[in-house]
């Protein structure tokens, strides 16, 4: 696969950066997850190349913006969010409800940044990567949540209520800062923290 970064963590390989029109001091990527039973992509970005992805899934409809320029993989998306999605990408199939694949990669709803905003969690073996779109994403070395005009804060404070309680220990957003590290480690105590404090911000 070329447009590709060094593996962050085994198994994950990051596309090139690409930086947000409207936010230039964002860029986004999106990730391919090696798996034994197939390589599934996760989120959208132009440098993603699709060749051997077995699925494709997206975090939410904005991503669609950004649609691969290589071949295209079997796409899924949250059902609310498959209108938006279709303008620009043909999409699959849609689902509705939390639910794992083949034991190791699990389709988790978190609406408030859109209604159809997914995290998905997968376990590498070694790691447990929680990917949360923009839903919370990185920014000088924070973790920031991106609250629209458009986004339910009560649906969105739910949702971090839920990511607080998730068992991984690496965070791996759509959005980092410009330059910056585009995924970040932690631990139970680390994430409480930083999702309570979010949690405040919004709720305050």
Known sequence: MTGVAEHAIAGLRASEPHALPF???LEVRAFVLERPAGDIAVYSAPALRLDGVARHYLNHSHEAMFPPEAAAAPLFVHADGRAAVERTMPVRATFSRRHTLDDDFEVIPTPGHTPGTTAFL??????????????????DGEWVTAVLDSSDPVAYAETLRVIR???FDVLVPWAAGRGE??????????TRRRIDALLARLEG
């Open 122 to 139: 997968w376990d590498t073996g070694d790691h447990r990567a929680l990917f949360t779109g923009d839903t919370v994403f990185l920014r």
């Open 165 to 167: 309680d998730l068992d």
């Open 23 to 25: 936010a230039p001091s």
């Open 181 to 190: 590290p585009y995924l970040a480690f932690t631990d139970r105590t680390d």
